[in-house]
Nanobody
Framework: QGQLVESGGGLVQAGGSLRLSCAAS????????MGWFRQAPGKEREFVAA??????YASYVDSVKGRFTISRDTNTVYLQMNTLKPEDTAVYYC???????????????WGQGTQVTVSS
């Protein structure tokens, strides 16, 4: 069984930055696509960004394009979040697929989440 552990969340003012990390262990995640999702209070969980197994391809939801950047190394996936807005406030989850290609669905492994709060 694999394990994903997120870190880096916190409270930041609008316009600020945070870098989320997702440490993978227990199995080989280096050959699968990884993604970040978020869930705000009272809303459904939504796709934020994903990166292919090779790291060569990334996909983003329109609302974060130009502000967020997903990246990865062997055992960790990162989400650099710049120019944060109050509407980015949510619990952010790291997830992994079983294949190497990016998609907005089909994630089988999930972390516990890390809270990001952006004050206005």
């Amino acid at each position: 069984q694999g394990q994903l552990v997120e870190s880096g969340g916190g409270l930041v003012q609008a316009g600020g930055s945070l870098r989320l990390s997702c440490a993978a262990s227990g199995r080989t995640f280096s050959r699968v696509a990884m993604g970040w999702f978020r869930q705000a209070p009272g809303k459904e969980r939504e796709f934020v960004a994903a990166i292919s197994a090779s790291g060569a391809y990334a996909s983003y939801v329109d609302s974060v394009k130009g502000r967020f950047t997903i990246s990865r190394d062997t055992n960790t996936v990162y989400l650099q979040m710049n120019t944060l807005k109050p509407e980015d406030t949510a619990v952010y989850y790291c997830a992994a697929r079983r294949v190497g290609v990016v998609d907005t669905t089909g994630y089988d492994y999930w972390g516990q989440g890390t809270q990001v709060t952006v004050s206005s």
